[in-house]
């Protein structure tokens, strides 16, 4: 599983030239899945793992200017939009390879729990795009400030 996560001051998606998510100051996280993600990840202690760090990285300033908040502390809204090219394999040749995404059926399922955990978890609003569409994601990139998170390395 792997995550870019960006802090914005706002963001949108829509599908179809209809807005279908929108979030105000919060962050924007694009969630991939890889061949080794299994039904059976959100059991996982790495899926705890991505959430919780996800949720609490601080990277909002407190008074002082300095990063020392999380998207918990300022009851942040969340956008997660599923994004497969995470696992593009640039190694050879000019095309992307895919291979190494997960399937859509499994990728699509575990997607829509981390929605579900997350709406559980985070005080803000959280939105969506829509799986497997083509999307087209509007914001303001808060820093810029922006972190990656895989989970065979976190």
Request: charged share 25%.
């Amino acid at each position: 599983m792997r995550i870019i996560i960006q802090r914005v001051t706002d963001a949108k998606v829509s599908v179809d030239e209809k807005v279908v998510g929108e979030i105000g100051t919060g962050l924007l996280a694009l969630v991939g899945f890889g061949t080794s993600d299994t039904a059976d990840l959100p059991t996982s202690p790495e899926w705890k793992k991505m959430l919780d760090k996800m949720c609490n990285l601080r990277i909002f300033p407190d008074d002082a200017g300095k990063l020392n908040k999380s998207l918990m502390d300022i009851s942040g809204d969340l956008m997660l939009i599923s994004q497969f090219t995470l696992y593009a394999d640039c190694k050879k040749g000019r095309r992307p390879s895919f291979t190494g995404a997960c399937q859509p059926d499994i990728a699509g399922t575990l997607f829509d729990r981390f929605v579900a955990a997350a709406n559980n978890l985070v005080p803000g609003h959280v939105a969506t795009g829509k799986f497997g569409a083509e999307m087209f994601l509007d914001f303001t990139n808060w820093g810029p400030v922006t972190i990656i998170l895989d989970s065979e390395t976190i």
